[in-house]
């Protein structure tokens, strides 16, 4: 072809690429301020007053039909007070978007932490406590305040490394508890070899089979060499009535052992560098410091918003044409624990209420004993009612719950090629799981499916160390839905399952089906649980698919009773019309605990082709972003 021929289809080429990708750009800076016009030169300085500015374009009708709005955010740390709140009015069409993105290269930070600054070394008269080794290490600083209160927080970040909360784990093997005395809400320990000053402060942290509770401590009563442990409410009342999952006894010690557990929260507990400690009564925080380093000289960021960003439709006027791109989002805090307690069903969801059926049966499950309704964590990016969402080159990292959740009533979206990284609960979730009022087992079946999750793409996203705190999470968790792709995803580092799809344990046929888990890399999970699959399944999903996914590297949980009852693939209760396709797995470990009906099963296992596995995982235009943020 002459060169001039190449030249005049490179010029077009060009001009039919700038009347489709013509956008009106609004910049952000940290060191912008809302009151300017919001242009390179003069940038807003939040996204939310460029989001107001967006807005007022649509509102305003000042965009060409094919026009969309950039909104651009220059490099730099922004310190969110509130949440970042998209509303129907915030809207994009599909061929006028909203974008919200990073500038060129950049990685601007997203964060709801406040700096904890003002470090001294704590003396005699501070230390209303006794620390066994070098007390003249530990450094203190008056609580933080925000928005006019004082800070209080479960998660403290040490030049981006998450620092210890004062604990026993770590220390030594795990003591188990001696028995439950359920009528009076007891638990008999071990006598602890801490003589702790303010019982209050402590927090116990109980395995649980397939999950872990956090019970606030009232009190510990010592009688020699057992202790009676009391908690508060409510965590409490559930804690003794709910059956699953319950603290395990092993009478006969035919398992590896009574539930194991550990201590967090109290002063004495503060021995090792790297731990810190929060002292509620003096409204101080206490650290000690690693290699002795002087606090003053490190950045120590304390979480205090639940939210960063949410995208909050209704189901009469949803959120639509909205994306995120290549910006980070940090600091996320989650203080039900600490208020509540935390008592899991499962997949990190808290119980709020729980019992034993006296006479078992339900309309739909004439063998179910218990009953229980359930509360979701909070996630740093949440989306309700809203389509066509995309969230891609995104990093989720130093969070404290769950890291992205598309709620209820979202369609059509898009997960593609983030990070998820220290994350103390799931890194990505969706779908309806239950609620305050619906109870978990119950098939769903809404009348208004607006509300139901469907079509969504989670695609080459890579996901490790998250699960850190709620060690019952999962990587990725999806409820009861249709048409969910999960495709070439690389999961590791997990203390629970690695993909789970599914919920209700039934096997009536809901809304659930057309879902599949394709060419996943899923290694390095089952670390701390039992009862785990690498892929885990729930429920009737006709026509869904689990194919030429690999999966290997499956722990020995140290403190599971069961600690052989993990494997690479699991059907759980009432999981049907499933098909297992090709799937590589480094043995032939698999599970099924009352499937129902229509499961393929075919060709997995070791002998699947080398292919598979090698193919499996992040796709090699994605491997950057491994690479980006390490191993």
């Known amino acids: ?361 339900t309309p739909d499950k004439a063998a179910l004993e218990n009953q229980a309704w359930i509360e979701r964590q909070p996630a740093s990016f949440e989306v309700l009612n809203a389509r066509n969402i995309k969230i891609s080159g995104c990093k989720f990292s130093h969070l404290a719950a769950t890291g992205l959740d598309f709620i209820s009533g979202v369609t059509e979206s898009e997960i593609i090629g983030n990070v998820f990284e220290d994350i103390g609960g799931t890194a990505i979730q969706a779908a309806f799981f239950g609620g305050s009022e619906f109870e978990a087992h119950l098939p769903y079946q809404p009348k208004d499916h607006r509300e139901i999750v469907h079509h969504l793409n989670i695609h080459n996203n890579y996901i490790t160390n998250v699960t850190n705190e709620d060690w019952g999470c999962v990587g990725i968790s999806i409820g009861v839905a249709h048409d969910i792709d999960i495709s070439h995803n690389e999961v590791s580092n997990i203390n629970y399952s690695g993909i789970c799809l599914g919920w209700s344990w039934t096997k009536t046929i809901s809304i659930a089906k057309n879902n599949r888990i394709h060419a996943n890399r899923i290694h390095n999970f089952a670390k701390q649980m039992y009862d785990v699959g690498g892929i885990y399944t729930l429920s009737a999903q006709p026509n869904t698919e689990i194919s030429e996914n690999a999966i290997y590297d499956l722990k020995e949980a140290p403190y599971a009773h069961m600690p052989h009852h993990h494997q690479y693939i699991y059907y759980d209760e009432g999981s049907s019309y499933i098909r297992s396709i090709n799937n590589w797995t480094e043995k032939d470990k698999f599970f099924e605990n009352s499937p129902g009906p229509g499961n393929l099963w075919e060709n997995n296992g070791p002998g699947v082709a080398k292919e598979i596995k090698d193919n499996a995982g992040l796709q090699p235009e994605f491997q950057k972003i491994k690479n980006e943020y390490g191993k």
């Not at 009190?219 to 059956?243: C, M, N, W, Y």
């Not at 000690?288 to 950045?299: F, L, Q």
């Open 1 to 361: 072809m002459p060169n001039k021929t190449c030249s005049k289809i490179l010029t077009l080429i060009v001009l039919l690429t700038g009347v489709f990708s013509q956008a009106a750009e609004v910049y952000v800076s940290p060191n912008g301020k809302d009151s300017n016009t919001g242009d390179s030169l003069n940038p807003l300085a939040t996204v939310s007053a460029a989001l107001r500015k967006a807005r007022e374009l649509r509102r305003l009708n000042k965009l060409d039909k094919n026009e969309g709005i950039q909104i651009i955010m220059k490099d730099g740390l922004y310190r969110l007070y509130e949440p970042i709140l998209l509303r129907p009015e915030d809207s994009g069409t599909p061929n006028s978007p909203t974008v919200i993105r990073a500038e060129g290269k950049s990685r601007p930070i997203i964060s709801g932490g406040i700096k904890i600054e003002n470090w001294r070394r704590a003396n005699t008269t501070d230390l209303n406590f006794k620390i066994e080794n070098n007390a003249n290490n530990v450094w203190v600083a008056n609580l933080p305040h925000f928005g006019g209160n004082i800070v209080d927080f479960r998660q403290m970040w040490v030049d981006g490394e998450k620092a210890k909360r004062a604990t026993n784990l770590g220390e030594k093997e795990l003591d188990r508890v001696l028995s439950v005395d359920t009528e009076n809400e007891i638990m008999w320990i071990p006598t602890p070899e801490w003589d702790f000053k303010n019982p209050e402060d402590l927090e116990f942290i109980i395995h649980q089979w397939w999950a872990i509770a956090n019970l606030r401590v009232k009190s510990l009563e010592r009688r020699g060499d057992s202790t009676a442990v009391k908690f508060h409410q409510p965590e409490s009342k559930i804690e003794f009535e709910h059956p699953w999952p319950a603290p395990f006894i092993d009478s006969k010690k035919e398992y590896n052992g009574n539930s194991a557990f550990y201590f967090t929260g109290a002063a004495e507990l503060l021995s090792e560098p790297g731990e810190w400690y929060l002292d509620k009564r003096n409204l101080k925080v206490y650290y000690y410091p690693k290699n002795g380093k002087n606090p003053n000289k490190t950045e120590i960021i304390a979480p205090v918003l639940e939210n960063l960003v949410k995208i909050k439709g209704t189901l009469d006027k949803i959120v639509s044409n909205i994306q995120f791109e290549n910006i980070n989002f940090q600091h996320s805090t989650w203080m039900r624990p600490s208020k509540e307690g935390h008592v899991p069903l499962q997949a990190g969801w808290s119980i709020i209420d729980a019992y034993k059926l006296e006479e078992p049966g």
